[in-house]
């Protein structure tokens, strides 16, 4: 907007400005948020790619791809316990949004006797620490032999999954209504295809934002995979916590660049889908 | 085509002492448009969901076609519910929420897309079929609904309040289209409504229905005619009644003495009733008249409303000639005649319903009347 588009319409002009104090605002608050959540990676890029990094150096010394090497090379597990983190985050939140759906709607829908006792248990892990919750459960999974599994790991990482998903989806749920089904019913569809054909599209926003929340939770979990996998399921974090005690920080950083994939990506794709936008930017951009 | 029985409904909600259908029993034959009549919370749409299956009777039975079908599941059954806010699909378009019930059924996209087009048709809605539910207005919506109804000919129909989110006009042209399709397809419909008027142009039968129990279950003309209690008539319009007693071949009450009814019942007090429509003006000393001067008038377009005082502080209410406007003034004396064919005498309320709504003064002649609206 021009001055003298501004001075030949008095009454807008105020609009204008503050038009204009909007988007100086809303850029300000995206570079800081991008700032602060891109500027600690910057050095963990850095380090990936060095060679030599002395301090007070600004940037290193000498530079390689050995720690990309390393990450990529068949031997040093690094793929294996990506795959391996993929598999528990994916399947726990499978677990979740099987478990959590059910859950969230009971919650959500019906008033029964002792429901706030439910709420309760169902937050009580967001609450109380996990590890206190973990430690009662390994001696069950051990007998179980769930102990030291992927599975047990993945079974464990509920624990923090599944609340996040149950509050979606009960909140979801008190939204939803049930008439819907039942007009599908008398149309002729069983319980099962009034769902997925009336129910399940309209509730699928929830489950997709219950599910990427539970996906991120599980993704970090480091003491909970530590005490159940025992060492033996070694997850992302668990290699990173590894490295970096280490003091190799060339490959502590080049494994956070895998580490935070899906973070971003998840980002993106929640922006999108939240706000409805086409472009994954776009959705940015209406911060 | 199916013919419908309830018989001794119950339904009692979980947590509520009262239930919200009480002994509930009709019958309604294959092919007719039956209206469930009644005040909001009476119990409409408990009975309707109690019929389609969405709920389960806490007693009695439901038969079609003489046959129990409490066991079946809704889908089964082919009873088909349209719902009071028409509960389009938002997710699918127009005909996908028309075709539904045909690909539930598992029948080929051909028919379905050529039987949505035929349904689409008959409510008059033809070439919507790729719209959104939100991209309609109110009365499309309700044509989608009912068309997404019809196009599985379902044994029963059951519309609950078809007709309320409508504006007038839109009301009167749904009301003729439900009629004609109902008659040209013969499939037997249940429909739910608040509005005495919509049901006893629509409806083959009515059955009205008061805090979940069935009140009278009859042609239209009958709640007009033959109203069963006070609170009937009063329901359907009626609005002059005065407590009074039979003697012998007369009605003594406290505007008068006319010659009994045969409804009423020898020696016995009743309340004797007359539609406002039914009165007539006449000349001073005519048979079966009371006297009485002129209150206030209303003139309605097409015809004329006239609240009269008679003897005793009571009021008349007539439904008249809008020309009376002209010829009569506030104030003016006037004869009224209760033509004889026309009085009806309903039990004293004391012996029908002492309800807590109904609970007004029933001394002999000071029954309170709503008044002329
Ligand atoms: N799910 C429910 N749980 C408890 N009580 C209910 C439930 N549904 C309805 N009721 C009660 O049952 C009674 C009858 O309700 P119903 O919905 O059948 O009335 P209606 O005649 O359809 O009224 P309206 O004309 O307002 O739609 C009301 O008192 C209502 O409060
Ligand atoms: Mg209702």
Redesign the pocket.
């Given at each position: 907007m021009t001055a003298s588009n501004q001075s030949s319409r008095a009454a807008p002009a105020g609009g204008t400005r503050d038009g204009r104090r909007d988007v100086i605002v809303r850029w300000a608050v995206i570079s800081l948020l991008l700032t602060w959540l891109a500027l600690p990676i910057v050095p963990l890029l850095i380090w990936s790619f060095s060679f030599r990094w002395f301090f007070p150096d600004v940037l290193p010394a000498d530079y390689s791809l050995r720690a990309w090497q390393y990450v990529f090379s068949p031997t040093s597990g690094v793929l294996q316990s990506l795959r391996d983190t993929l598999l528990i985050s994916g399947g726990a939140t499978l677990l979740s949004v099987i478990i959590g759906v059910p859950a969230g709607r009971a919650l959500g829908q019906y008033v029964f006797r002792g429901k706030s006792i439910v709420e309760l248990l169902i937050l009580a892990p967001i609450i109380v620490p996990g590890i206190a919750v973990a430690l009662g459960i390994h001696v069950l999974f051990i007998r179980y032999g769930l102990a030291n599994t992927l599975f047990g790991v993945m079974l464990v990482h509920l624990i923090p999954t599944l609340p996040y998903m149950v509050l979606v989806m009960s909140g979801v749920f008190a939204n939803y209504d049930t008439s819907y089904e039942a007009q599908a019913r008398t149309l002729g569809a069983g319980p099962i295809r009034a769902f997925w054909y009336v129910t399940l599209p309209a509730i699928l926003p929830g489950i997709v934002v219950g599910g990427l929340f539970a996906f991120l939770v599980s993704w970090a979990q480091y003491i909970l995979t530590l005490l159940i996998g025992g060492g033996r399921v070694v997850t992302l974090p668990l290699l990173l916590f590894n490295f970096a005690t280490a003091g190799r920080n060339d490959i502590t950083g080049a494994i956070s660049m895998l580490y935070i994939i899906p973070g971003v990506v998840i980002l993106l794709l929640s922006a999108r889908y939240l706000t409805g936008n086409a472009s994954a930017v776009g959705g940015l951009g209406r911060l | 085509m199916t013919r419908l029985n309830l018989h001794k409904l119950t339904?009692r909600?979980?947590?509520?002492t009262?239930p919200?259908?009480d002994d509930l029993s009709l019958e309604v034959e294959s092919g007719s448009l039956t209206a469930l009549l009644?005040?909001?919370?009476?119990?409409?749409?408990?009975?309707?969901?109690l019929i389609a299956g969405l709920l389960e009777p806490t007693l009695g039975d439901i038969l079609f076609d003489g046959r129990s079908i409490l066991g079946v599941a809704p889908e089964r059954r082919g009873a088909v519910m349209v719902f009071?806010n028409y509960l389009l699909f938002p997710y699918m378009t127009v005909a996908e929420n028309v075709g539904f019930g045909l690909k539930m059924r598992r029948v080929d996209r051909a028919t379905i897309d050529r039987r949505v087009a035929e349904m689409l048709e008959l409510v008059r809605l033809p070439g919507l079929e790729d719209r959104r539910p939100k991209e309609l207005s109110g009365g499309q919506q309700q044509r989608v609904a009912l068309a997404r109804a019809l196009i599985v000919l379902p044994k029963l129909l059951l519309l609950?309040?078809p007709l309320s989110n409508l504006d007038a006009h839109l009301r009167f042209e749904m009301r003729d289209l439900i009629r004609d399709i109902q008659r040209q397809m013969g499939i037997t419909t249940v429909f739910?409504t608040?509005d005495q008027e919509e049901a006893v142009v629509l409806a083959d039968k009515v059955a009205l229905?008061f805090d979940?129990r069935l009140q009278q279950y009859d042609a239209p003309t009958a709640f007009y005619e033959t109203p069963v209690t006070r609170r009937i008539a009063a329901f359907f319009g009626g609005v002059n009644f005065f407590q009074g007693r039979r003697n012998r071949k007369q009605f003594d009450c406290a505007i008068g003495t006319f010659s009994a009814p045969r409804s009423a019942i020898a020696d016995q007090p009743g309340i004797l009733s007359i539609r406002p429509e039914d009165v007539r003006l006449a000349e001073a000393g005519a048979a079966n008249s009371v006297a009485g001067r002129i209150h206030s008038h209303v003139y309605v377009g097409t015809h004329t409303r006239l609240r009269v005082s008679v003897s005793g502080g009571h009021e008349v209410c007539v439904v008249t000639d809008a020309e009376v406007m002209k010829t009569h003034k506030p104030g003016d004396p006037v004869t009224l005649r209760f033509p004889e064919e026309k009085l009806w005498v309903l039990p004293p309320d004391a012996l029908v319903e002492p309800t807590a709504a109904h609970r007004e003064d029933t001394r002999f002649g000071v029954t309170k009347t709503k008044g002329c609206r």
């Open positions: - | 339904k909600y979980r947590g509520k009262e919200a259908l009644g005040p909001s919370g009476c119990g409409k749409t408990t009975t309707m969901k009071q609950d309040e739910v608040h229905i979940g």
